[in-house]
């Protein structure tokens, strides 16, 4: 492989975009990224004219792979060719939110955005309208977007900005709690529950190496929303239309939130976020209440025509049942190749996510281990070992996986988010061989880390 080609477009980035980049991201490839063509279904094609099997799928939106099926090219090509946007409404975004309300139970209604940020901020927004209190709780390690009210770390004894420019007074407002902690969860709202507007949390953080709920983490997590009148909110920005199928990851979780977030497949791989929820709480938006959410590019035709047609083409085409089987045969093989080259690695990842975390630790004895990644199972021999909130997965060697594991799989030409925090994704263009060769390929790097 040559990168004489990315490595040029890297240097005039660099010279008239902020660190060569537009997400900061893309920048840590190392000593620079490559910069991509083209995709190619299951693939990305780069400057270079070199190949990769791509598990980054635009770190998740691309439920279909890279080619768009003529169904959906020709849907996003119509309303394109029809005039871009009208600052009016379209019948698409309305048969758009008719499809989501019609298949996630806890839906009555939708306010599009343009991303998940925008859309997380609407629904911290519409959580302080909704209840006239203003602290979010939120989990340590989880991730919302670029907003201030959840650029937050700490504890909720000492909550504190993550980021240079966010006020101390937004921090104020947040509580951040480790995730899958029912006790610490509970002394919050025990000492905060009556200023608590919301409990604002992925169903799976899938942003910090993936790390599933334990049993019952949620359904305590409503009851306390419940019994102290605060509302609660799912990030399925990630999960939505991904786990879970059509009934997104909290119909797999059977728990129902009051307002949920999504983004990426929603818009077919367009610029896209929505907030919906329960019909009450929703209509404390304008124009119908007071909680101001507005837009100039809210329900963009493009994006409506484009996330419409990919999650039809999904229902009619099996296109779940596909992605589910390629990615539990990852993690099983993965699973496999871990127990024989690096024991105390874990696999993590649900329905088409999947990923390695390179955990310190592993029980002596494997035998009866989770066989297609964490399921947070209390009786797995890894339970004591393997991530359980955040924290868990920033301890891990975050610098092998990314100094060793990264370059080594891109040199064997498998594409992976680029560092251990981000999921990685299974799409309907994959294959079974696609599949078999990157298990190959992980076996010959494990071999050697």
Excluded at 155 to 167: M, T
Excluded at 354 to 364: D, I, L, N, Q, W
Excluded at 365 to 371: A, N, P, R, T, Y
Excluded at 373 to 401: F, I, K, L, M, S
Aim: with cysteine; charged share 25%; hydrophobic share 40%.
């Amino acid at each position: 492989m040559t990168h004489e080609r990315s490595r040029e477009l890297y240097g005039r980035a660099l010279s008239v975009l902020v660190g060569g980049v537009n997400s900061p991201v893309r920048a840590v490839p190392r000593p620079y990224p490559f910069f991509v063509e083209r995709g190619d279904g299951a693939h990305v094609v780069d400057a270079d004219g070199d190949r990769y099997l791509d598990y980054v799928m635009g770190y998740g939106p691309l439920l279909l792979g890279h080619d768009l099926p003529d169904r959906v090219a020709a849907a996003v090509q119509s309303h394109a060719a029809e005039g871009p946007m009208y600052g009016a409404p379209t019948e698409v975004e309305v048969e758009l939110a008719e499809f989501v309300a019609r298949h996630v139970p806890s839906v009555d209604s939708v306010r599009f955005v343009n991303s998940g940020t925008e859309a997380t901020v609407a629904a911290v927004r519409l959580a302080r309208g909704h209840t006239g209190r203003e602290k979010i709780v939120v989990m340590q390690g989880g991730y919302h977007g670029a907003q201030e009210s959840t650029l937050v770390e700490g504890d909720a004894g000492d909550p504190r900005p993550s980021s240079p420019g966010v006020p101390d007074a937004f921090a104020e407002h947040t509580l951040p709690v480790p995730f899958n902690d029912r006790e610490a969860v509970t002394r919050v709202f025990e000492e905060h529950g009556e200023a608590i507007a919301a409990v604002l949390t992925e169903p799976v953080l899938g942003n910090k190496g993936i790390v599933a709920p334990v049993d019952g983490y949620h359904e305590r997590l409503r009851d306390l929303c419940d019994e102290h009148g605060a509302l609660l909110v799912f990030d399925e920005v990630i999960t939505g239309f991904r786990v879970g199928g059509l009934a997104c990851a909290q119909g797999k979780l059977g728990v129902e939130p009051d307002v949920t977030t999504f983004g990426k497949i929603v818009g077919g791989g367009f610029p896209v976020g929505a907030v919906g929820g329960r019909a009450e709480v929703m209509d404390a938006l304008t124009p119908v209440g007071e909680v101001f959410e507005s837009g100039t590019f809210n329900g963009h035709p493009v994006t409506m025509a484009a996330g419409l047609e990919t999650l039809r083409y999904a229902v009619e085409n099996d296109v779940y049942d596909h992605v589910n089987d390629l990615g539990e045969q990852l993690r099983a093989g993965l699973t496999d190749l871990l127990a024989d080259h690096a024991p105390r690695y874990t696999v993590v990842g649900e329905d088409s996510m999947f990923k390695t975390v390179f955990t310190r630790e592993g029980p002596a004895d494997l035998d009866g281990q989770c066989v297609a990644g964490c399921e947070q199972r209390a009786d797995c021999p890894r339970y004591d070992h393997c991530p359980n909130c955040g924290a868990d997965v920033a301890d891990a060697e975050t610098d092998r996986w990314e100094r060793l594991l990264w370059p080594a799989m891109k040199a064997e030409g498998v594409f992976l988010t680029a560092n251990q925090y981000e999921s990685q994704f299974v799409s309907a263009a994959h294959t079974r061989e696609d599949v078999e060769e990157t298990l190959e390929s992980y076996k010959r790097v494990l071999s050697e880390l």
